[in-house]
């Protein structure tokens, strides 16, 4: 039976090269409670031409919290009205796939935009909103998640907020500030152990932390970060509980808050995508059972 608290989830991204039925298949082998995955494996599981109704006829019996993502959640002009359509694409596959939410995040993606003199060495890039004051930063993305959270109101959905580490805004606290000037009750922040690390955030900042806001936790590692931009290739290449990170530390203080949601195992680690997928995520699930519910 599907634990209601502290369920363990298998995140897609731990067989990033895999189909979304091997990913159903590994998570309802192991004895997963549920899945998080991405838009762009439901998509291609869609238009190789399954039906709706056979989605979720996979995914039954699993719990599906959320699908990953809506990049670049700050963008205006043009590039705004890009980002709605996308959300809106993202809300109908998450209602295809019987998920409650969709994942946002923050960019610029590109860490080559934080470089000294990035502007006049890469014109191209996409740069968001690095060059505006931190309170018109708070106020645009605020705005955009507004909106975003009224698309996934109309299918019955909330939004998580993650903000990537390499970019403005990627602390708890401004995240915070972001949610509170959005003013939408379907509203909530994701807890990602890395971009936290990163981004100066500690599991002493984690416990002080609402379980209210809370939606979910992405449990994972890091190799050692001396500062600096955050290359997330290269810091989260690493096998989760092999890393820097006092794992069991960072599970505490979430747990300290009195949140008893889902917990997904999220990965980066190059190795391990291309080992054998269902003994790694066995492997990932033992440790969740020792470091959640012990």
Known sequence: ???????????????????LAIDIAIARSLGFDGLETSGPKIAA???????????????DGLALPGIGFLIDLERQGEGRRQMLREAEELCALASAAGARGI??????????????GAAERYPHLYRGLVDLPTDIQLDLTAANLQAVADIAASHGLLVYLEALSWTPLN????????????????????????????????????ARLDKALIYGV???????????IPNE?????????????????????????????????????????????????????????RLILR
């Open 233 to 289: 290739p290269v810091l989260r290449d690493v096998p989760t509980g092999q890393g820097v990170l006092d794992l069991q530390s960072w599970v505490d203080a979430v747990k300290s808050t009195g949140y008893a949601g889902w917990w997904s195992c999220e990965l980066f680690c190059r190795r391990q995508h291309q080992d054998d997928s269902f003994a790694v995520a066995r492997d990932l699930k033992a440790l969740m059972e």
């Open 103 to 116: 994942e946002a995040i923050t960019g610029p993606l590109d860490i080559r935009v934080f470089e000294t």
């Open 218 to 228: 992405h449990l994972c590692d890091s190799l050692p970060y001396a500062g600096g």
């Open 45 to 59: 599981f869609l238009e190789a031409g399954f039906s709706a109704s056979e989605l979720k006829a996979r995914l």
């Open 171 to 206: 602390t708890m606290d401004a995240q915070l500030q972001v949610i509170d000037r959005c003013k939408r009750d379907n509203v909530r922040i994701v807890i990602d152990f890395w971009h936290s690390y990163t981004s100066g955030d500690t599991p002493e900042r984690i």
């Open 1 to 19: 039976m599907t634990r209601t608290e502290n369920q363990l989830i298998y995140h897609s991204m731990a067989s990033r090269p895999n189909t």
